[in-house]
């Protein structure tokens, strides 16, 4: 069956980072698009980064531009969202999706960027 299994959320200070990896299985995950949305506390669920089957052009959230990095590596099944200077606003739970003409998500991983 399907699973998306998202790792490497927690605790950080503002400033620092944060890497989240989702393995994928149970489909041919470089068939698909994978991205990584986020949603906070009466928030609705928002794109945070999002990157095509073949690992091209990538598209970023405007809040998360030059901070974030989202990458694939289709040996592994795997996508990873690096988070760098990572600010408070950043606190979220953190979902990772696949996407080729139907969507999959992941259970999701807690963010909290606190002091």
């Known amino acids: 069956q399907v699973q998306l299994v998202e790792s490497g959320g927690g605790l950080v200070q503002p400033g620092g980072s944060l890497r989240l990896s989702c393995a994928a299985s149970?489909?041919?995950?470089?068939?698909?698009?994978m991205s990584w949305y986020r949603q906070a506390p009466g928030k609705e669920r928002e794109l945070v980064a999002r990157?095509?089957?073949?690992?091209?052009?990538?598209n970023y959230a405007d809040s998360v531009k030059g901070r974030f990095t989202i990458s694939r590596d289709n040996a592994k099944n795997t996508v990873y969202l690096q988070m760098n200077s990572l600010k408070p606003e950043d606190t979220a739970v953190y979902y990772c999706?696949?996407?080729?003409?139907?969507?999959?998500w992941g259970q999701g991983t807690q963010v909290t960027v606190s002091s």
């Open positions: 999706n696949a996407h080729f003409l139907t969507s999959h």
């Open positions: 149970g489909f041919t995950f470089s068939r698909y698009a």
């Open positions: 990157i095509p089957s073949s690992g091209g052009v990538t």
